[in-house]
């Protein structure tokens, strides 16, 4: 009876007694596991194809670290409004970091500061801001892109003929460079060239299709077009199919993706400049869990942008870039 009672005893005090008759401390709690920093990567939208090669990158920064993302961008591309909710959901959702390429460099500085009072990082991506908050920029050098874009038109159209910009947008960051940078060089270094008009398609490709066969209608004359981003270069590329002008009108774009490569290898367009998107979204994702932890990030993190054209399209190097 007494040596049941003592056995009774062991097991409430949590010890387990083995066959010897021997007793050992049972180990009864289960292994904590370190939580996941959550991080909210928000997009300017859902639409264009460089997302989902910029997911996948930040999915495999966050494989690689164990971390916790979410991935969203507004329904419609562009969209301040919605953008805005998203990032009051991710405060809301006590995101630990915050990654966001913003539609509007200036206007969304009071989000920041939000962000900035809870004590939670933000980085940018694609397309920075105006505001210190950032910690840092994950993206190419969109002013020297613009520049090399400048380049190839003028050389496309000989170097003299009227021009024209249809822009992404002018409120972020990385359109405005594009857009000045390429200004700037046309300007500067090839006065023979004519700057007609600069229009903004704002991440529609209809809307963009429209506005080049309007500067066409009202500039039968033109000789060329930059298109400054996917979505724009696509609208473009469509109207000039329409117009049957392949070829007269000489396109350079931006980005990449099934319709601009069918357009380069077919010759209706000279060529695009194309970024790194996959390393975007890690080097992206990379930098918040680095800010999270209190580690220091470069001001500037640049993940290199490279022309291609038919001559090139098929080089391992280039290929790596494109994405359909």
């Not at 049941?4 to 387990?16: C, E, H, N, R, S």
């Not at 090669?53 to 971390?67: H, S």
Request: glycine residues 8%.
């Amino acid at each position: 009876m007494r040596k049941l009672i003592i056995l009774g005893v062991f097991l409430l005090l949590g010890i387990q007694v083995d066959a010897k008759g021997m007793s050992r401390l049972a180990m009864q709690q289960e292994p904590t596991e370190t939580p996941q920093i959550y991080i909210a990567v928000i997009s300017k939208g859902i639409q264009t194809r460089i997302w989902e090669p910029t997911r996948i990158g930040a999915e495999q920064a966050a494989k690689d670290y164990g971390a916790s993302i979410t991935f969203e961008g507004p329904p419609v591309e562009e969209s301040l409004e919605g953008q805005f909710k998203l990032f009051e959901e991710a405060l809301n959702n006590n995101a630990q970091a915050i990654v966001i390429s913003a539609v509007d460099s200036k206007v969304i500085s009071p989000y920041l500061q939000k962000a900035a009072q809870k004590g939670i990082p933000v980085i940018s991506f694609y397309s920075g801001t105006d505001s210190p908050i950032v910690q840092t920029t994950v993206g190419i050098d969109n002013y020297a892109a613009g520049e090399l874009a400048a380049h190839k038109l003028a050389q496309s159209i000989n170097n003299e003929g009227k021009v024209a910009i249809l822009a992404q947008d002018p409120t972020s960051r990385a359109a405005i460079d594009r857009r000045d940078s390429f200004l700037d060089v046309l300007q500067q270094q090839y006065p023979n060239i004519q700057i007609v008009a600069i229009e903004y398609g704002v991440g529609d490709v209809d809307r963009s299709q429209e506005i080049t066969k309007k500067i066409t209608k009202e500039h039968p004359d033109i000789k060329g077009i930059f298109a400054s981003t996917e979505r724009t270069t696509m609208g473009t590329i469509n109207a000039i199919r329409e117009l049957n002008k392949e070829g007269e009108i000489k396109i350079v774009g931006f980005d990449s993706g099934k319709q601009l490569i069918d357009a380069v290898r077919e010759g209706i367009m000279e060529g695009a400049i194309t970024q790194n998107p996959t390393a975007t979204g890690y080097k992206a994702v990379e930098a918040a869990i680095k800010a999270y932890k209190g580690e220091r990030n470069p001001e500037y993190i640049d993940t290199g942008f490279a022309w291609y054209d038919k001559s090139n399209i098929d080089d391992p190097q280039i290929k790596q870039l494109l994405y359909e």
